[in-house]
């Protein structure tokens, strides 16, 4: 049985950063794309970045670009999500996701969400 455990997400101050990481387990890590969405409150939930099972191929929605960064160790079975210049509208549930193919396609495990707020 697949599980994701994020991390705890926490309080930042508008620019400063966070850091997610998402523990993997259930299968072969380094064999599934893995990925991040998030939920505002009020609103639906979307794709933040997403990242190919050998690391080299990573997306990312056009309001983090260039600010935020997906990486993944697999020999730990880790995926993290690293998030500078923070703004409020990112205050938002964090899903990690995995996908069910080695490129980002459609996610087939979620965990079960951290909570980033960001303050202005």
């Known amino acids: 049985q697949v599980q994701l455990v994020e991390s705890e997400g926490g309080l930042a101050q508008a620019g400063g950063s966070l850091r997610l990481s998402c523990a993997a387990s259930?299968?072969?890590?380094?064999?599934?794309?893995m990925g991040w969405f998030r939920q505002a409150p009020g609103k639906e939930r979307e794709f933040v970045a997403g990242?190919?099972?050998?690391?080299?191929?990573?997306n990312y929605a056009a309001p983090v670009k260039g600010r935020f960064t997906i990486s993944r160790d697999n020999a730990r079975n880790t995926v993290y999500l690293q998030m500078n210049s923070l703004k409020p509208e990112d205050t938002a549930v964090y899903y990690c996701?995995?996908?069910?193919?080695?490129?980002?396609?459609?996610?087939?495990?979620w965990g079960k969400g951290t909570l980033v707020t960001v303050s202005s």
């Open positions: 996701v995995q996908y069910s193919t080695t490129y980002v396609s459609s996610p087939e495990y």
């Open positions: 990242i190919s099972a050998s690391g080299r191929i990573t």
């Open positions: 259930g299968r072969t890590f380094s064999s599934y794309a």
